[in-house]
């Protein structure tokens, strides 16, 4: 897979793969979206929706302004995505209302925000939605609210879809936002570990090399792997000759311990 525009490796951790999550949401956006954007537009025309029409047609303009320009920071393309996702919800339920595309569009926004930034800011999305939904509710409670098809009781049936709509929003978000800063603390504890086991291993390589004893290291099978720089003055090899060679043939041991380091060996 080719690395995200940023310059990320897959050694980023999660970063890596929220830029790539980042790029194909507006990667669809700007191509697949086109086709939902034409039928929309038309059909919103059609309904003498000219509001639903124009919003539809920035927010288009805007994923595409976010896939050309690649150089934008990603905090910037990362919030545009879910404000996308907000208006869209927002302006298709004020035009539609709840039986239409925007309570898919306002489920995905904190959905979204969890995946490509964090559990406080996903927490803030979570309850704009739910200061969104509380509005509409006021505004429908005072007959403030012109939808095509009318129902008795609107106020009340739009609590009881709005809680459910929370209950479920809030279990998808919180749950991705907390996978994901999991993951984040999991690799920052590995990489912190793979630092300090590098840094012990630097200083054991120090002290080995410049041991005043000779020291050797060898495989099971009693193949030496190494061996510092005392220790090839004392068998008058390299450390390249070293390598490789048994330990039992270079007659390190006294002949009397020769038995039992054949039978560790063994």
């Known amino acids: 897979m080719k690395a995200p525009p940023s310059g990320l490796t897959v050694d980023d ?8 999550l980042l ?3 507006v990667f669809v956006g700007a191509f697949l979206g086109f086709f939902v954007y034409l039928p929309s537009v038309a059909l919103c025309i059609k309904e003498d929706l000219w509001s639903a029409a124009l919003a539809d047609t920035i927010i288009y303009g805007w994923v595409v302004i976010l896939y050309f320009c690649k150089s934008i920071p990603f905090a910037v393309r990362a919030i545009s995505v879910s404000l996308i996702s907000y208006l869209l919800g927002i302006t298709l339920l004020l035009a539609l209302g709840p039986f239409g595309g925007g309570p898919v569009w306002l489920f995905a926004f904190p959905v979204i925000v969890a995946i ?3 559990l406080r800011i996903s927490l803030i999305s979570l309850a704009v939605n739910a200061g969104t939904l509380i509005i509409i509710g006021i505004l429908l409670k005072f007959g403030h609210m012109e939808w095509d098809y009318p129902t008795a009781n ?3 049936k739009w609590i009881v879809i709005s809680l ?10 919180i749950s991705i936002a907390l996978i994901s800063e999991g993951m984040q603390n999991l690799l920052k504890r590995q990489k912190s570990m793979l630092a300090s086991l590098e840094k012990s291993e630097e200083k054991f390589r ?18 030496l792997i190494d ?3 005392t220790a090839e003055e004392l068998l008058g090899y ?7 060679k048994n330990f039992l043939e270079l007659n390190l041991l006294p002949p009397e311990q020769l038995p039992k380091a054949r039978e560790l060996m063994s």
């Open 164 to 173: 459910n709509f929370l209950l479920l929003n809030s279990i998808v978000t």
């Open 206 to 223: 120090v002290l080995f090399e410049f041991a005043p004893d000779a020291c050797y290291l060898s495989s099971l099978e009693g193949t």
């Open 13 to 20: 951790g999660i970063r890596y793969w929220q830029e790539r």
């Open 23 to 25: 790029s194909f949401f």
């Open 238 to 244: 390299n450390k390249e000759e070293l390598i490789g």
């Open 227 to 229: 061996g510092n720089k």
């Open 154 to 156: 609107p106020a009340e």
């Open 116 to 118: 490509l930034l964090d």
